[in-house]
């Protein structure tokens, strides 16, 4: 099954900028969009961005829209999180989802990273 690595998270003073990546070890035929996920504490797990793997196509929550910009290596199976302008309610751990074949059963299945902390201070 797919394994992901995340990098890049850090701590940054506000305004700052930090670049995250997602490593995924292949891509199938499961994995249609790669999703980016954020969770404060205390808080449920946010959607921040996806990307379509074919296609490029982008999405975005409204508070990270005009700050944060996904990209993806097709190359590297890595797709990339540049945040700019940070601010402090922008501190989580970020996660990685991707669709992923299980290769025993068959079976696509949604497989998650194990996050990388993102923290900004004023």
């Known amino acids: 099954q797919v394994q992901l690595v995340e990098s890049g998270g850090g701590s940054v003073q506000s305004g700052g900028s930090l670049r995250l990546s997602c490593a995924a070890s292949?891509?199938?035929?499961?994995?249609?969009?790669v999703t980016w996920y954020r969770q404060a504490p205390g808080k449920e797990r946010e959607f921040v961005s996806d990307?379509?793997?074919?296609?490029?196509?982008?999405n975005y929550a409204d508070s990270v829209k005009g700050r944060f910009t996904i990209s993806q290596d097709k190359d590297k199976n890595t797709v990339y999180l540049q945040m700019n302008s940070l601010k402090p309610e922008d501190t989580a751990m970020y996660y990685c989802?991707?669709?992923?074949?299980?290769w025993g059963s068959g079976t696509c299945g949604n497989y998650w990273g194990q996050g990388t902390q993102v923290t900004v201070s004023t």
């Open positions: 989802k991707v669709g992923g074949l299980d």
């Open positions: 292949e891509y199938t035929y499961c994995t249609i969009s």
């Open positions: 990307t379509v793997v074919s296609s490029g196509d982008t």
